[in-house]
């Protein structure tokens, strides 16, 4: 097809198109004639925010044929020149020489017309959302965090590794997990053997899961390769129908041998201190929309996050400050009992103003493969908390001492034979090592103010939904 | 802990590193000591194939006291200075000043012992085998292929779409599909409604599958912000145990609108030359164990993929060329029919010695969204097929014209209930469009020569095989 020019490149630098031809390829936003015989059509190709105006002389007949049936959401090419704008809220736009349309959008029953939507609105209609100016701005830096990530850890020497999304360990017990199978529960087989296990005809041949996390194996590769990170979906079969729930999920999951806990929570604050950076950087105009219209004190609190040191405490200071804090909340606050959202977001927005990050937590709330504390009593657990969405980074030192790793499973009642090859990384050449997650909707949350996490994925999965 | 430096950035700058101390952190893969009381050590920390040489004086006690537990597995930490070596085989090492031991591995109980292990034996120790030379070097490479994937789309103005992985659509029949359910088919429930359905109890209220391509609703994002790729894990439930399959494999699917198979077709070739550059660039080392050990035409093969121009064909000169060839097939070649991997393989490795590109493939044989071309025959599909893998890209111009669709819909028995919201993609705004998929296994396969599927993915699944 002809070749074109994407209408977030002629933003760049606009002098340097000023007076060129041109070809844009993209979508009737709005059209809107002028009694002088004008159109201006407002055309937008999804990779920016801003539209780019089109002017169109409709007394040139090729034009008006075509300008006549525009509509929102019409596919459009538009050949012409960038010309400067005497207009408001431009400085430059496209004179039109020729207008190409591709596709037509009946304003009679095309859904996304000029006035706003609500999101539960918009839930509905999935495979048009992305073309609103929210959804595609939350798009772009969802986008934009991505690829963030993965050129933070390429640049400290991180391997990328794919762990498995299908598994037969049912990961530490962290909620729900979904199943697996190639068996119809509407017609189950009879029993392949004695002992009643339709498993045995399964794929697999025993029971399989979604995965919950890439934790575990990604040590596997951490202490061959040194330091490694996972990005990929994961998934939970919580019955949660809250803004804060999905059942799929996308995690970003960095391991790393011969990090203790402190070089762990240095790490995690320079890779979020990147990620949002990055956003800042590039992502100005979207963020600028989330700002003004969803989430007012958005670019203080993230600006806050680059620039500051975060606060470091122990779970035990912690508990403390919350006690002493004189605020009334609905969960009491009892040495030996998890932080609640409303506590997390006390320290963070009241009592800090800045990112916190929690070490030292109760050996008992604990899983079993964060690292006893010399207490006895607290693991070398990390939990960053931000304003907003509270904890959104959940990291720990892993107990590579195979003594103390064997009796944490007893405690834990962990299943032993299950988990060999884990107990084998400890008995083969062990060694310190960390590492921690970070759910890459939250973070998409804390970056845009959205309140939904059902907004700030393409296609959300919660109970009773699982559309396209 | 202790600072360390990456053995791979020694070797980066060896005469930067002379005389200078450094402290490193990795695994010993083998000792040697000399009569006259010097120990060899040679340490690995996976951040690159090569060892570095470190040199232990056994007549210093504390030095001593830890050398002689030293084995193949062992976690290390080694402080030193850096010099000129006089030895074979490497230009500088490091003369040990102190020695941690982190993790001792057993040598009559640790699998990995200096000799050469089968695939078939490592495959067994999954959860080791990374450990080793060959399969390190995988997963360096497969990195590497990786993040090219992300770069060469990111600097063309893709964004990263993460399309679902759970699915209630079950996807134009591509395949045998897994089932993702909370019901356990060992104890299915009583119907929960008169017509005998089970799946209103489960989770999602309805059947749910994992994704076999993330193509359909790529589209969705490709027609709103135009150009965009997917990469993640897809899902075939076939019963196929050879060296060519997967349960679970990772498809990197690029989508972009106002594109025609052209269009597709130089996208594609500019992609793939793009990552194979990155690791010709980057990965000489890792790439040249597979060209000594696995595949001598290695070299040559990503060479001439970088510096060749694809010979493009239609299908029906293919045909035409694999009847003329006077080779004897074990299938035989009749326009209609698929192309066999032997056919492909002749076409690129004998025919034409390059990668070939091959259009216009008969309509009955390719899915309902392809583009139907003038000839009614055929359909606007390509395939890209590579020496030693044969198919390494698929993909199509995809239709675009309502009408059309509906009618392709009709004839491969495609439910338009189903997929309204694919049709109403050409309903509102429809344009033209064009994607494809790659296997990243395949492209890992291709890059390193190896011919079995299960040593390119760290954790693989296959029937009866979801270990870890």
Same mark, same amino acid.
């Given at each position: 097809?002809?070749?074109?020019? $994407?209408?977030?490149?002629?933003?760049?630098?606009?002098?340097?198109?000023?007076?060129?031809?041109?070809?844009?390829?993209?979508?009737? $936003?709005?059209?809107?004639?002028?009694?002088?015989?004008?159109?201006?059509?407002?055309?937008?190709?999804? &990779?920016?925010?801003?539209?780019?105006?089109?002017?169109?002389?409709?007394?040139?007949?090729?034009?008006?044929?075509?300008?006549?049936?525009?509509?929102?959401?019409?596919?459009?090419?538009?050949?012409?020149?960038?010309?400067?704008?005497?207009?408001?809220?431009?400085?430059?736009?496209?004179?039109?020489?020729? !207008?190409?349309?591709?596709?037509?959008?009946?304003?009679?029953?095309?859904?996304?017309?000029?006035?706003?939507?609500?999101?539960?609105?918009?839930?509905?209609?999935?495979?048009?959302?992305?073309?609103?100016?929210?959804?595609?701005?939350?798009?772009?830096?969802?986008?934009?965090? &991505?690829?963030?990530?993965?050129?933070?850890?390429?640049?400290?020497?991180?391997?990328?590794?794919?762990?498995?999304?299908?598994?037969?360990?049912?990961?530490?017990?962290?909620?729900?997990?979904?199943?697996?199978?190639?068996?119809?529960?509407?017609?189950?087989?009879?029993?392949?053997?004695?002992?009643? %296990?339709?498993?045995?005809?399964?794929?697999?041949?025993?029971?399989?899961?979604?995965?919950?996390?890439?934790?575990?194996?990604?040590?596997?590769?951490? /202490?061959?390769?040194?330091?490694?990170?996972?990005?990929?979906?994961?998934?939970?079969?919580?019955? &949660? %129908?809250?803004?804060?729930?999905?059942?799929?999920?996308?995690?970003?999951?960095?391991?790393?041998?011969?990090?203790?806990?402190?070089?762990?929570?240095?790490?995690?604050?320079?890779?979020?201190?990147?990620?949002?950076?990055?956003?800042?950087?590039?992502?100005?105009?979207?963020? %600028?929309?989330?700002?003004?219209?969803?989430?007012?004190?958005?670019?203080?609190?993230?600006?806050?996050?680059? $620039?500051?040191?975060?606060?470091? +405490?122990?779970?035990?200071?912690?508990?403390?400050?919350?006690?002493?804090?004189?605020?009334?909340?609905?969960?009491?606050?009892?040495?030996?009992?998890?932080?609640?959202?409303?506590?997390?977001?006390?320290?963070?927005?009241?009592?800090? $103003?800045?990112?916190?990050?929690?070490?030292?937590?109760?050996?008992?709330?604990?899983?079993?493969?964060?690292?006893?504390?010399?207490?006895?009593?607290?693991?070398?657990?990390?939990?960053?908390?931000?304003?907003?969405?509270?904890?959104?980074?959940?990291?720990?030192?892993?107990?590579?001492?195979?003594?103390?790793? /064997?009796?944490?499973?007893?405690?834990?009642?962990?299943?032993?034979?299950?988990?060999?090859?884990?107990?084998? /990384?400890?008995?083969?050449?062990?060694?310190?090592?960390?590492?921690?997650?970070?759910?890459?909707?939250?973070?998409?949350?804390?970056?845009?103010? /959205?309140?939904? +996490?059902?907004?700030? !994925?393409?296609?959300?999965?919660?109970?009773?939904?699982?559309?396209?």
């Amino acid at each position: 097809m002809e070749k074109a020019i $994407r209408i977030d490149q002629i933003f760049k630098n606009e002098t340097a198109h000023l007076e060129k031809e041109v070809t844009i390829q993209g979508w009737v $936003r709005t059209r809107r004639d002028s009694k002088a015989g004008i159109s201006f059509i407002e055309v937008n190709d999804g &990779s920016c925010l801003r539209n780019l105006q089109v002017i169109a002389d409709r007394s040139r007949p090729e034009l008006e044929s075509v300008v006549e049936r525009l509509a929102t959401g019409c596919a459009v090419q538009v050949q012409g020149v960038v010309q400067a704008s005497p207009g408001k809220g431009q400085s430059i736009e496209v004179h039109a020489e020729r !207008i190409d349309l591709f596709g037509w959008a009946d304003p009679a029953v095309y859904p996304l017309q000029k006035k706003r939507h609500s999101f539960e609105f918009l839930r509905t209609i999935g495979h048009l959302r992305p073309r609103t100016n929210t959804l595609g701005a939350v798009a772009r830096i969802r986008n934009r965090l &991505s690829f963030a990530v993965h050129q933070f850890f390429q640049k400290e020497g991180f391997f990328y590794v794919h762990t498995p999304i299908i598994t037969s360990s049912d990961c530490e017990g962290a909620g729900e997990v979904f199943r697996v199978t190639t068996l119809d529960p509407a017609a189950p087989p009879a029993p392949g053997n004695p002992d009643g %296990n339709v498993y045995s005809q399964d794929f697999f041949e025993k029971p399989a899961y979604l995965t919950v996390s890439g934790q575990l194996q990604a040590e596997i590769y951490a /202490l061959a390769l040194g330091k490694v990170y996972t990005f990929g979906p994961t998934f939970r079969a919580e019955n &949660s %129908n809250t803004s804060r729930h999905l059942a799929e999920f996308w995690m970003i999951e960095p391991e790393m041998a011969f990090y203790d806990l402190q070089d762990n929570l240095e790490l995690a604050q320079s890779f979020i201190k990147y990620v949002i950076s990055a956003v800042l950087d590039d992502c100005q105009e979207d963020l %600028n929309l989330f700002a003004r219209f969803v989430e007012p004190t958005l670019m203080e609190t993230l600006e806050t996050l680059v $620039r500051e040191t975060f606060q470091v +405490i122990t779970y035990t200071e912690a508990v403390e400050i919350l006690k002493k804090s004189g605020e009334s909340f609905d969960y009491p606050v009892e040495w030996g009992t998890d932080l609640q959202s409303e506590h997390e977001r006390y320290l963070t927005e009241k009592k800090f $103003r800045k990112p916190v990050a929690i070490i030292d937590f109760p050996r008992a709330i604990k899983p079993f493969y964060m690292r006893v504390n010399d207490d006895e009593k607290t693991v070398a657990a990390v939990d960053v908390l931000v304003p907003r969405v509270g904890e959104i980074i959940g990291g720990s030192q892993r107990e590579e001492r195979l003594d103390v790793l /064997l009796k944490q499973m007893e405690i834990k009642a962990v299943p032993a034979e299950e988990y060999q090859w884990y107990v084998d /990384l400890r008995r083969f050449g062990s060694a310190p090592h960390s590492g921690f997650g970070l759910g890459l909707e939250r973070l998409v949350q804390f970056t845009t103010g /959205l309140g939904n +996490i059902r907004e700030v !994925i393409p296609f959300p999965r919660t109970p009773g939904h699982a559309d396209f």
